[in-house]
């Protein structure tokens, strides 16, 4: 892709936009509802969850009492739809609840084209797969903080429960955990290249950068076909993501989207619409990870690996080499192979107060700053249409603001780079 259909490609990732709200209804009858619709999620196994948001939604009456009551039935009504019964729930330090549901019955299948799908078993990782140099004790057993109360039984999926609080943040709730493609104020330091893939893989150290309300800071994997001049763009994204909207901390997430049509209707965050299918028991996409690395400190370290089957056509995901999960291939329209991949940060500046944000990108330092003190993704590799790992090394970079944020090639490995910044500065405004 040339610079300057990359540079338009950059300017389309976004996050959602408000929309309007529905017409009032009577209190009474939105309380009688209320009652109903808690009576039918405690069937579902998530009682004690709504209960307790539903009481501080009783606490602030007097500041809804005018407000729409159509609203707040719906917002439980997604949230009925997205939180799957469970067979336990595990409580995590950070305050997440991770319930372990049912593989069968997690929400992919929910999807239109997934009706009668079959969880598959996993693929042969592409070929020349390099074991993982583990200098700093991560394992796949503490990289997530739930994992110290409980494990998920067999035959289960641990998915992140989605409270009331995180859809009231949104002003509309049908479409949180959703992107939409809009211009800028999404702003990057990326590695690319472009060509015929069927996959891309990345080690990147984990961070927790300072990220304002209504932003976030992503450092991940696109695999890309299509172009955003076209509506039937597809492209598949993970890495981790620091994202206050979201998820209503700074943790840094384990985080997977998908699109099939430009970011316009489908697609979303995690497992909160139908389309991923989770297969792994031991990692909750959407939780955080830990633990992160330190500035002039020691540094911990992901590797992601997003490749397709070529028997089943299904694009996988591994973290750490566990089989995570995959994205069915009936669920795109255009992604035979990717014809563009990317690696590095993304941030989202919404110019608070008519200024630059302060949303600090990978660890919130210069490229140029190096070891131990900036993020870099290392051991760049594409996958071809043999399964085998190809090293990128001909990759080009891009910056969208060089005074915020930065990104530069290691001098001593052909497929490694620095990036990130601090955001608003003195040279940056």
């Not at 309007?20 to 009858?29: I, L, V």
């Not at 619409?273 to 992901?302: D, H, L, N, T």
């Not at 107060?353 to 870099?376: I, V």
């Amino acid at each position: 892709m040339k610079l300057s259909a990359t540079r338009t490609m950059f300017h389309h990732h976004t996050m959602e936009t408000n929309l309007g709200r529905a017409s009032s209804k009577r209190m009474s009858w939105m309380w009688n509802d209320l009652i109903l619709v808690l009576v039918f999620v405690t069937v579902f196994g998530v009682e004690a969850n709504l209960v307790v948001e539903s009481s501080q939604f009783d606490d602030r009456s007097s500041n809804i009492g005018n407000n729409n009551s159509t609203k707040m039935l719906k917002v439980l009504k997604h949230l009925r739809k997205i939180n799957k019964p469970s067979i336990k729930s595990i409580q995590s330090s950070n305050g997440d609840i991770i319930d372990c549901i049912d593989r069968h019955k997690q929400i992919a299948f929910d999807h239109p084209f997934l009706k009668n799908h079959k969880i598959q078993d996993p693929p042969k990782m592409p070929s020349i797969h390099i074991a993982r140099v583990n200098t700093t004790n991560f394992t796949i057993d503490n990289a997530q903080s739930w994992h110290v109360n409980g494990d998920c039984p067999e035959g289960t999926i641990p998915v992140r429960r989605t409270s009331i609080e995180d859809l009231m943040r949104e002003k509309s709730h049908q479409h949180y955990g959703k992107k939409i493609a809009l211009l800028p104020p999404n702003e990057y330091a990326v590695a690319s290249v472009d060509g015929n893939y069927y996959g891309a893989e990345a080690t990147i150290n984990i961070w927790a950068p300072k990220v304002e309300n209504n932003e976030f800071s992503s450092s991940q994997i696109w695999v890309v076909s299509g172009s955003f001049q076209n509506p039937g763009l597809n492209a598949i994204e993970a890495g981790w993501l620091v994202d206050p909207s979201l998820y209503g901390d700074s943790n840094p997430r384990l985080f997977t989207y998908w699109t099939a049509d430009s970011y316009k209707k489908t697609g979303c965050y995690n497992l909160l619409c139908s389309g991923f299918v989770q297969y792994s028991k031991k990692i909750a996409v959407g939780a955080a990870i830990r633990p992160i690395s330190q500035y002039s400190g020691k540094q911990f370290e992901i590797t992601i690996t997003l490749w397709k089957d070529q028997q089943s056509k299904n694009w996988w995901m591994a973290f750490q080499d566990e089989y995570v999960g995959y994205w069915p291939s009936q669920i795109f329209t255009n992604l035979d192979h990717a014809t563009h991949m990317e690696w590095g940060g993304q941030i989202l500046n919404s110019k608070p107060n008519g200024q630059h944000t302060t949303t600090e990108m990978g660890s919130g330092h210069f490229a140029k700053e190096g070891s131990r003190k900036s993020s870099y993704f290392r051991a760049l590799r594409t996958v071809d249409d043999k399964n085998a790992y190809r090293d990128a090394i001909n990759f080009t970079t891009f910056t969208s603001n060089t005074n915020c944020y930065s990104i530069e090639r290691s001098r001593n490995s052909n497929n490694f780079f620095y990036y990130g910044g601090p955001g608003r500065s003195p040279n940056c405004r």
